[in-house]
Each structure stands twice: as C-alpha cells, then as structure tokens.
C-alpha cells in the first residue's frame, strides 16, 4: 500500500467536521502572541511573498484568518484576455465534459449532476460543455475572482464530507469533489450558463462569497440561497475566499478550447489568477476593469436564505 493511499484511507473515520471547526477557532484567535507566531511560522514555512500584500507587514493582520485571505496589489496579478483562471494554484484537471461526467484524477470520474448536489436540471446544461479544476494548496493567494463576467442566478449550499483536496486524495477517494461540502454557484453569462463550485475540505475553516459573507459551516441539509437584487459581477472581481486550501471546480455550458494549455501534455499546470486558461470559440478580447480585482463584499447586495426541500 503506498502512502498516498494510505493518507486518504485515514482520512475516512477522522471527525472530519469538528478537526475542521477547531483550526477555525484556532485561525480566528486575536491573542496577539499566538496569531504572530502562526502568521510567522506560515510565512517562512511557505516562503509567502508579502511584498506583493496590500498589507505587508505580518504583524498588522488582526487573525491568521486575516493574513490568510489578504488582499493583494493591484498589479500583482494582471487580468489576460479570454477566459481567465480563477485563483491561485494548480490546474489539476481541465477538457470536455464527456456525457455528463468530469475527470477527478486517473482512474477516477464524476457526474456533473453528483456535483451539482443531484440536480438533473441544472446538469442538463453542462452535459456536453467543458470543466477545469483548481486546486488552491496552503500557499496560494485564496480569493477566488469570476473567469468571465456573470449575473449571479443561484447559490447552493450542498452539506458533506470534509476529505482533504490534495493530489493524493483526489487519486484515491472516488467521487470526492461530489461526496465533499461545497457552495454552487451559478452565472449567467455572454458564453452560456457557468457554474462555480468551491469545495470545502479538511481543516478549512469557511467559505465566503462577496455577496452574502460566510456562507459555511452551515446545518446539515441542503439550503438554497435567493437574492433580492440581482448580483452582477464583472470578470477578474472577487466572487468568494476560502479560509485554508480547497478547489474550486468550474463547468462551462458551451465548449472552451484551453488554447493556453497546448503542449503541456494533460499534466497539472502551475496557474495564477488572471491568466489566460483559453476561451470560448467566437469569444471576443475584452480587458477587464482595472479595479475589478478588487471588489469589496460591503459593496454588494444582501441575500436571504431558503432551505431547500
């Protein structure tokens, strides 16, 4: 048995929740020492570049939380043309949605309609469409922007387990972005539906969206989100964060030619948000707004919550 294996195995009888809840109590601590020791430790463990931080200085961050999900300048990650990526992170999987089902890892596929929480009308849409896969390691910066501008329609909050998102796991637990909490997000856009799945996993402590705050942990069931103004966001601005590392999955209704990607031979690729990942056929150069990186949540509508049936 390999040690891959062996770590997703392991992960199957841990209180997967209460691990997770008591990081985030641990990564909300404002005592000052213990804050400044993890902020610290982190930095030099992960060699984080703060000169590229709005706020450099470590010491200033009121939580781990805080630094966690630090703001970056406004040139430290210039928006491309076409159909930017997401986040900082790994491009793990990326193609065509072959009949209803994505590419987890070697070996391993999934249903978009597991995905999208069994949802058969909503995975109708991405039956011949393309995905890709981001995964956000501790390291990475952790807001998560819009790879095209998009009304939002829909937000789902889906409960499950907390199986860490790691390559090794990916490999091992079948199904795992789809058995995992995680937040759907759907967007209309120029291209056809999208829809934005972040991904909840061990030790991460919450997931934000710009427009209704802390979105998880939530109860146990299904919850369904409507919202009282429609929320448009402009592509390249901040949708949501995540407090530690997760993925984020992305389904697109309509084919998209990862023209960027050519000759990397399907391996993962080393991405950055606002990257060029491809685009749709036909899909014209639109520079995004300068300022749209930095989109605040205070300047977005409110939300109110139905639990779903």
């Known amino acids: ?87 900082d992170g790994t491009l793990s ?16 596929r999934f249903s978009v309609s597991e ?41 789902v909050y889906v409960p499950g387990r907390l199986f860490s998102v790691n390559d090794a796991t990916t490999r091992h637990v079948p199904g795992l972005f789809a058995r995992n909490e995680r937040l759907i997000c759907h967007f209309d856009t120029e291209q056809g539906p999208m829809v934005m799945v972040l991904v909840g996993a061990m030790i991460v402590a919450a997931i934000e969206t710009v427009w209704a705050g802390q979105v998880t942990p939530q109860s146990g069931r299904v919850e369904r989100i409507r919202f009282d103004r429609p929320v448009q966001l402009e592509k390249g601005a901040e949708m949501g964060r995540f407090k530690l590392g997760s993925t984020v999955v992305m389904a697109f209704a309509e084919k998209v030619d990862f023209d960027a990607l050519h000759g990397k031979g399907g391996n993962a690729v080393a991405v950055r948000m606002g990257q060029r990942l491809g685009a749709h056929p036909g899909q014209q150069a639109t520079p ?20 779903a049936e």
């Open 1 to 87: 048995m390999t040690l891959a294996k062996l770590f997703a195995l392991i992960q199957y009888p841990i209180p997967q929740h209460l691990l997770s809840r008591l990081v985030g109590r641990l990564a909300d601590c404002r005592i000052g020492w213990l804050k400044n020791l993890l902020i610290r430790a982190f930095i030099k463990h992960f060699n984080v570049d703060m000169s590229q931080a709005v706020e450099s200085d470590p010491g200033v961050y009121p939580s781990f939380n805080a630094f966690f999900t630090r703001a970056l300048t406004a040139d430290a990650r210039p928006l491309e043309d076409g159909l930017l990526c997401p986040a």
């Open 288 to 307: 995004a707004p300068e300022d749209a990186s930095e989109a605040k949540a205070e300047d977005q509508p409110g939300a109110a919550t139905d639990d």
């Open 115 to 155: 995905l999208l929480g069994g949802d058969p009308l909503s995975a109708a849409r991405y039956q011949d469409g393309s995905f890709a896969t981001v995964y956000l390691s501790p390291k990475d910066y952790h807001r998560v922007h819009m790879p095209l501008a998009g009304t939002l329609t829909e937000m």
């Open 93 to 108: 999987q990326w193609g065509a949605i072959d009949r209803g089902r994505l590419v987890q890892a070697k070996g391993h």
